[in-house]
T-cell receptor, first 115, second 110 residues
């Protein structure tokens, strides 16, 4: 149980285009989903927290107009990187929490390369 | 502020025991997690401590001292497949989010 999927697993896009990454909880309802970014040889940095049906809460320094997060249902959250630039190239990981339980279940990650 | 410290890298020998330390200073505390992450993959859950003491789970054990803001992950009978990054993360309480340490890259050598 507690499986989280991400799609796509990797994507290459051109500078200036937008990319959407999906995060799904497959066998549980996720009241909260988290989006992280991880640069090479660094730890996970939380970008934003999203609760189903409400606006995402962004961490300091993360541009909400550039990283659009939608949590339209209890099993799906999407992250859209708008007007991508090479410095946005990173490993994006989502996690999902079934509510009161503190555990977060991580997706397999999406490798974004912006050329 | 929020601060979680771990050694950046460690090296150990196959079959040996290694201890990875984590110290933390956070505004809230609802427990401490350890995750294992292989290169290019998502973190996988190893352990959760919310009370002081040692939690043992097979070859892996985790210890917590809340008064000292300190935890360690103990790996016994090391195997080559244990080569990975080990992430210490604190659940920050009311904010309902995990704060991750820098991660410790463990290299297990034959």
């Amino acid at each position: 149980g507690a499986v989280v999927s991400q799609h796509p697993s990797w994507v290459i896009c051109k500078s200036g285009t937008s990319v959407k990454i999906e995060c799904r909880s497959l066998d549980f309802q996720a009241t909260t989903m988290f989006w992280y970014r991880q640069f090479p040889k660094q730890s996970l940095m939380l970008m934003a927290t999203s609760n189903e049906g409400s606006k995402a809460t962004y961490e300091q320094g993360v541009e909400k107009d550039k990283f659009l997060i939608n949590h339209a249902s209890l099993t799906l959250s999407t992250l859209t990187v708008t007007s991508a630039h090479p410095e946005d190239s990173s490993f994006y990981i989502c996690s999902a929490s079934p509510g009161s339980f503190l555990q977060q279940y991580f997706g397999p990650g999406t490798r974004l390369t912006v050329t | 502020g929020q601060n979680i410290d771990q050694p950046t890298e460690m090296t150990a020998t196959e079959g040996a025991i290694v201890q990875i330390n984590c110290t933390y200073q956070t505004s809230g505390f609802n427990g401490l997690f350890w995750y294992q992450q292989h290169a290019g993959e998502a973190p996988t859950f190893l352990s959760y401590n919310v009370l002081d003491g040692l939690e043992e789970k097979g070859r892996f054990s985790s210890f917590l001292s809340r008064s000292k803001g300190y935890s360690y992950l103990l790996l016994k009978e090391l195997q080559m497949k244990d080569s990975a990054s080990y992430l210490c993360a604190v659940h920050g309480g009311a904010t309902n989010k995990l704060i991750f340490g820098t991660g410790t890259l463990l290299a297990v050598q034959p």
